[in-house]
């Protein structure tokens, strides 16, 4: 049983390039969510998504988008990548309302931007 | 707005020693009280949550934590860490109330956990 699958694990972007991280959970979650790590900062949320074809922003979201156009992916895009997006991402995913279930998370992407 | 306090970045612990690991959280009313752990290049792993009734919440691994309304606290303890403890702890807080849509769930900046043998 996977759970929730990141991809990629590592990398590397130049200031101006685009990217795309891919979410997959094999658990039939209705809510993903994208969060970013810094350190001193804890967990921020980016974007989220309550169902299949529906996302929300978060906390942070400028500077990215997503899509959930299947109900076991949830893609994060970043469109002309900047320093200050150099962070760890986290993808997760629950059942039900975050608030009172568990969420799951993915190991996380290790971006730095250059 | 609900907001999550770790006070201690980081704690070292003898290995065999008891452990507690501070939490206070701001809310207007019961909130929801979550703790996660991240070991080293993992995700998030939930340890335990608090939604109501006994004021003590027994997790995996050993650990408990205790709900202490009039503190705004959420304390969490292990009597006798393992070295496999070496981790980081995040204390969250979510909304009691509230139907529909996204209820946010606030995280704390974590709490890195050194365990020395």
């Given at each position: 049983?996977?759970?929730?699958?990141?991809?990629?694990?590592?990398?590397?972007?130049?200031?101006?390039?685009?990217?795309?991280?891919?979410?997959?959970?094999?658990?039939?979650?209705?809510?993903?969510?994208?969060?970013?790590?810094?350190?001193?900062?804890?967990?921020?949320?980016?974007?989220y998504s309550v169902g299949e074809g529906t996302t929300a922003k978060g906390e942070v979201p400028d500077g990215y988008n997503v899509s959930r156009l299947k109900k076991q992916n949830f893609l994060l895009g970043l469109e002309s990548a900047a320093p200050s997006q150099t962070s760890?991402?986290?993808?997760?995913?629950?059942?039900?309302?975050?608030?009172?279930t568990e969420a799951f998370f993915g190991q996380g992407t290790r971006l730095t931007v250059v | 707005a609900q907001s999550v306090t770790q006070p201690d970045i980081h704690i070292t612990v003898s290995e065999g020693a008891s452990l507690e690991l501070r939490c206070?959280?701001?809310?207007?009313?019961?909130?929801?009280?979550?703790?996660y752990v991240q070991s080293p290049g993992q995700g998030l792993q939930l340890l335990l949550k608090?939604?109501?009734?006994?004021?003590?919440?027994?997790?995996?691994?050993?650990?408990?934590?205790?709900?202490?309304?009039?503190?705004?606290?959420?304390?969490?303890r292990k009597p006798s860490v393992h070295w496999s403890d070496a981790a980081e702890y995040f204390c969250a807080v979510g909304?009691?109330?509230?139907?529909?849509?996204?209820?946010?769930?606030?995280?704390?900046?974590?709490?890195?956990l050194q365990v020395i043998p």
């Open positions: 049983n996977a759970g929730v699958t990141q991809t990629p694990k590592f990398r590397v972007l130049k200031t101006g390039q685009s990217m795309t991280l891919l979410c997959a959970q094999d658990m039939n979650h209705e809510y993903m969510y994208w969060y970013r790590q810094d350190p001193g900062m804890g967990l921020r949320l980016i974007h760890v991402y986290f993808c997760a995913s629950s059942y039900g309302k975050l608030r009172n | 206070n959280y701001s809310y207007g009313a019961t909130p929801y009280l979550f703790w608090y939604f109501s009734g006994d004021t003590l919440v027994q997790g995996i691994k050993g650990f408990e934590a205790e709900f202490k309304r009039s503190q705004s606290s959420f304390n969490l909304p009691y109330g509230g139907s529909g849509g996204y209820q946010k769930v606030t995280f704390g900046i974590g709490t890195k």
